[in-house]
């Protein structure tokens, strides 16, 4: 199965209810690379990158969030490498300060 990098935007009340925080663990129990922070448009943006079907259970998993969350929708495009190598130098996951 190959690798996948998807750049995810999540709306809805998804800041302030610590789901930067629930899909750092998400990701970082699945083994996957990437990032997630919040944007001042209260959205959450996150990069997955790993085998594609790792990667597809987060996307459903994101759909669904914390329970303190009421995700709206996500949205999910392909991504690149340029946007995983946002992430913090020596990590495998990152979260990054708000845009």
């Given at each position: ?6 750049h995810?935007t ?8 610590g789901y930067?925080?629930w899909?750092?663990e998400q ?8 990032w ?9 943006e ?5 085998p594609?079907d790792?990667?597809?259970?987060m ?5 669904r ?35």
């Amino acid at each position: 199965m190959s690798d996948a990098i998807r750049h995810v935007t999540v709306t809805g009340r998804v800041q302030g209810v610590g789901y930067r925080a629930w899909v750092e663990e998400q990701a970082t129990s699945r083994s996957l690379e990437g990032w997630v922070r919040n944007r001042r448009d209260g959205a959450v943006e996150a990069v997955f990158s790993g085998p594609e079907d790792v990667v597809a259970d987060m996307l459903t998993s994101c759909r669904r969030g914390p329970i303190s969350a009421r995700v709206a929708a996500v949205q999910a495009e392909t991504g690149n490498s340029d946007l995983l190598n946002l992430r913090r130098a020596g990590e495998r996951f990152s979260v990054l300060p708000t845009v």
